[in-house]
DNA sequence: CAAGAGTTTGACCAAATGGTCAGGATCACG
DNA sequence: CGTGATCCTGACCATTTGGTCAAACTCTTG
């Protein structure tokens, strides 16, 4: 529960050195996959100078997923219920694309979390987030009773944000095997596409 | 590359419970996270056994995979240039779902191999799978073109309804954890709310 | 039922992997 | 500059894991 914080300068960069090294590996190859020696390679550091700083592999799985749920649902918590409905669902799909382009490793690191059952965060998801994601819901409720938003079931309107958003992220191999781009330029298109998606659908009428 | 048939009962019978297992193992904790004494003890084999009928682990994932892809893209192939574009997509989407329940494991197994990076079938994506979106992509153009859809991107369409429903098998854990459902009760509400989704979103006018 | 093909297993192995530990190097600070 | 706290490492360990193999068992069929 509670972190001691770092207090040295070295602590505080090697710390952040080792999170970024296992961010790239959990993410790439999941929790199993992964392996000391790699993020060490890749940290420039010794396994078990890795293992001074964090008292297992464990440790820095568990690190690394708690810092993700802070940012993670910030778009979520930000949906401002005096706006107007449709924009504001509408900027909360861009916000979360914006994420998956930004934050493909978190958004892995996430995925493979869940996949394979969501063995360390259920707590957290049963906890906080339903809480967040039912508040939510109720929000979005109000606004289709008040005919200013397509009626909708909430929490199915909020798991296909989630879905087509962190596809980009989740599904990158299988999207840029499809689409070829050299670049990230799919992202504008995805963006025009997802935009028209939800306004058309939730715009009553 | 080629399959030799099993020729022997015992031997098909083996083989079926050996991938039937092997998908229990990799679905649940990717390829690297699944162990052959997991596999041989569901399976109800020893493990010398199971290396009987597959030379490796990794055969028998590659076996699963290429079984998985046959049976994965059959709702896309029934696509109708014939039939009525909107009802065509919401039954795609429907058929898609179904999938998703009835096979969550086979999503998973995917999706595991897809957020690693699809390192065992980067060629088939760029492949015939590739052949085969941008083929439905160019009939769902002309459906636009023609004024029976609503334009949109097709190959982000795609995108987004693989996402929607693949969503309810890949992330069940988070899901229930949010509704808290008895049973598979929540696949009803998805239904009823991507049918309105993409017919709102994509019926023209 | 004989015999060869097909099937199964206990014992074993090499490599990989997460983790430990005693001691040495380095840093911060009085 | 001395000294205690912090930081780092080579050597080592126990366990797990994918895979091998010779021998034994069982099934089929002439």
Known sequence: MEDIPPRTRIQTENRRRILDAALDAFSAQGFRGATLDQIARAAGLS?????????????????????????????????DPEGDPVDEIVGYVLRKLDLARDFP????LFANEIVQGAPNILPHITGPLKTLVDDKATLIAGWSRSGRLTPVDPHHL?????????????????????????????FGDARVFLEQLYRRALTPG
């Open 47 to 79: 396994k078990p100078n890795l293992l001074y700083y964090f008292p297992s592999k464990e440790a820095m799985h568990i690190a690394l997923i708690e810092a993700l749920m802070d940012t993670w649902l910030d778009p979520l918590r930000k949906l």
């Open 158 to 186: 909020i798991f296909s944000i989630w879905a087509t958003t962190q596809h980009y992220a989740d599904f990158d191999a299988q999207v840029r095997g499809i689409l070829a781009p050299a670049n990230d330029a799919h």
């Open 105 to 108: 490793r978190e958004s892995r």
